[in-house]
């Protein structure tokens, strides 16, 4: 692990260390309203009438961005981790699946993801979120649905050269059934790729995610979500920037660390390249 | 005797006498030196791409189908009584069988009758048709500058690696990070109240909203230089995302050609640098950025969606946020319609241009 990586593996657990202890250790219940007039939209490092500190200041209802910000943390990086795991699981049954059995259901399947590739995956999500109602699990069951095609098309390509190795025809010949050789033998050595893609999905989901709220298709309020917070920020903008700013910044930072992981994992995966100027 | 090819045959002094002509010529149709096959394949290629719009025509109608309630239900505006509900019905046809429907919906978006806007009472194909140009104004000069960008960046770190591209790789993967809706946001909070402090006059400063500056009647050329004023911003923060994703790719995939043993051999042969880079390097960088021509795109047109609705730009993306948050099931299917079709055609496009460049990914 070189300093990068150490660096955002520790980010990234310390947010969501802080997402889950945070706001047991906050003084005030982040949905409560309280003094609204004294404490509303007060910039970062400002302190209320009663004295209490806000590191990066209040919203327009006097609440403390950082709690909420960290109450959102929970929410935006379960949807994320719940969306990104469940799309790759799908996408890795699909296809093993489809590479195992080939015929008629490698056609159906691979026909199914292409037609999802072929939409851009925002434009796929927006649709099913105007069609269902908003809400947290309507986002994870949308991210799933819109996900999992280019986990497929990975794993299919790689059942379709692992099922040719010698050791699955090894299994085969000991006696074990299909089923047994394609989940305990095949599928295990074709996870490395899924490990990267879920990773990187990680951070797309939070991203996807932060848009759709943004845009009042996901996450509702009052809960709060990076991307609801943010849109609650929007019209404050230029009044008090830091509303929609600071939970922007953390968004970004979680989302740079999980595709840096990504990038480990997947040069670890295939031997770092090194190349020398010509 | 030394044994020839056709092929060889074929290239050797032109031929002197008829025989020879008429030998030559049996040889070209037997081994021709084009890609008899190209032109089938493009067809073949085109009919796959076409099977893939009706495919999408169908995930469509299957996805309102399947959503809670029906598509009336969608349709009916708040506090209609049932019996207009009942005659909405059966004027969409929602009382026939369900194969029949189908049947009717692919008819209809084929010919491209897709039904009328239920907020705005225009037909589909005209409200998109009013949105459609600031849309494509606004996508082909952020794709435009998001692949020149991107893959300026990326060749540049491949090409010197050491702290600088550590950096830019820091800042490539963070910017890629980076929402689109928040850059924008805070791109106009940066330009306005950055603007306000530094006391930039109102002329220099750029206007963060809209596509015209409001109560000025322009014509011509200052028209074009407003529009383009008001362009500014929404390019710059469409294409900082995009072209940073294209800076990554187009990294890794220049440093896998650096890495190839041809490159030493072209240098031990005695090439000099520049020859290597602009002619060995790029002839065979083509396929990758050509590949990643197609994958940009995707990108751009998901940013356009919320860079659109943020600085207030009258495109595409913006108009189906809004007829999303309208309940406007016939807008909203024309413009994924409308997107899907761009992005199978870049594709169609970008395998087509693959299969030239390099026959050996026909």
């Not at chain 1, 509303?40 to 302190?47: C, D, G, I, S, V």
């Not at chain 2, 589909?124 to 960008?149: F, I």
Request: aromatic letters at 6%; a positive charge; glycine letters at 10%.
């Amino acid at each position: 692990m070189n300093r990068t990586e150490r660096i955002a593996t520790t980010m990234l657990a310390g947010i969501a260390l802080a997402a889950v202890v945070g706001p047991w250790l906050a003084p005030a219940d982040p949905l409560q309203l309280g003094d609204v007039i004294g404490a509303r939209l007060l910039p970062p490092l400002a302190r209320d009438g009663a004295g209490a500190l806000h590191l990066v200041g209040t919203d327009r209802f006097g609440r403390d961005l950082l709690v909420r910000m960290l109450v959102a943390a929970r929410l935006s990086l379960a949807v994320g981790v719940v969306g990104a795991v469940g799309a790759a699981a799908l996408g890795a049954l699909a296809g093993a699946l489809a590479g195992w059995r080939r015929g008629i259901t490698d056609t159906l399947l691979m026909g199914v993801a292409d037609v999802g590739l072929a939409l851009p995956r925002l434009v796929l999500l927006l649709v099913c979120a105007a069609l269902w109602q908003p809400g947290a699990l309507s986002t994870v069951v949308v991210l799933v649905a819109t996900g999992w095609m280019g986990v497929a098309r990975l794993v299919r390509a790689e059942v379709l050269g692992i099922a040719q190795r010698p050791f699955a025809e090894a299994a085969r010949a000991l006696g074990a059934g299909p089923q047994r050789v394609l989940w305990r033998h095949v599928v295990p050595q074709a996870m490395g790729p899924v490990l990267v893609a879920t990773t990187l999905g990680i951070g797309n989901a939070i991203l996807l995610e932060g848009g759709l709220s943004f845009l009042g298709l996901g996450v509702q309020p009052p809960s709060p979500s990076w991307g609801n917070m943010i849109a609650g920020g929007r019209d404050l903008i230029l009044v008090a920037p830091w509303v929609a700013i600071a939970p922007g910044l953390l968004l970004v930072l979680t989302v740079s660390c999980c595709t840096v992981l990504g990038d480990a994992l997947e040069a670890r995966l295939r031997g770092e390249v090194s190349a020398p100027a010509p | 005797m030394t044994i020839v090819s056709p092929r060889e045959f074929a290239a050797q002094a032109p031929p002197r006498t008829l025989a020879a002509t008429k030998q030559r010529a049996a040889i070209d149709r037997r081994h021709p030196r084009h890609d008899i096959y190209a032109v089938p394949r493009f067809l073949r290629r085109l009919a796959g791409a076409l099977v893939l719009v009706w495919l999408v025509f169908t995930l469509t109608f299957v996805l309102l189908h399947a959503a809670p309630g029906d598509a009336a239900d969608l349709l009916i505006p708040a506090g209609a009584t049932p019996a207009d509900a009942a005659r909405l019905r059966a004027s969409l046809g929602l009382d026939q069988p369900l194969a029949l429907q189908y049947a009717e919906w692919v008819v209809r978006a084929a010919t491209g009758n897709l039904g009328e806007s239920m907020a705005l009472a225009r037909p589909v194909g005209a409200v998109l048709a009013d949105v459609l140009p600031a849309s494509l104004a606004l996508g082909l000069a952020s794709l435009a500058l998001t692949y020149l960008v991107g893959v300026a960046i990326g060749f540049a770190q491949a090409a010197r690696r050491g702290p600088l591209d550590t950096l830019t790789t820091l800042a490539t993967t963070a910017v890629y990070a980076t929402p689109t809706f928040w850059l924008a946001l805070a791109t106009i909070a940066l330009t306005t109240l950055g603007a306000s402090a530094l006391g930039v006059p109102a002329a220099w400063r750029l206007p963060a909203f809209g596509l015209r500056s409001p109560g000025l009647d322009l014509t011509g050329w200052a028209a074009f230089a407003d529009i383009a004023r008001h362009a500014v911003l929404p390019v710059l923060v469409l294409s900082a995302v995009g072209a940073a994703g294209v800076a990554r790719y187009a990294r890794s995939s220049a440093i896998v050609l650096l890495g190839e043993p041809w490159m030493r051999t072209a240098r031990a042969k005695g090439a000099t640098r520049r020859a290597v880079r602009w002619r060995h390097l790029l002839a065979n960088a083509l396929p990758p950025l050509v590949t990643l021509f197609a994958l940009a795109l995707p990108g751009v047109v998901a940013g356009s969606v919320f860079v659109e609705s943020v600085f207030g730009w009258p495109g595409m993306g913006r108009m189906l946020v809004q007829a999303i948050g309208a309940h406007d099931v016939p807008v909203v299917l024309g413009a994924t319609l409308a997107y899907a079709k761009v992005v199978i055609l870049a594709n169609l496009a970008a395998d087509t241009a693959l299969a030239a460049l390099d026959p050996r990914r026909a």
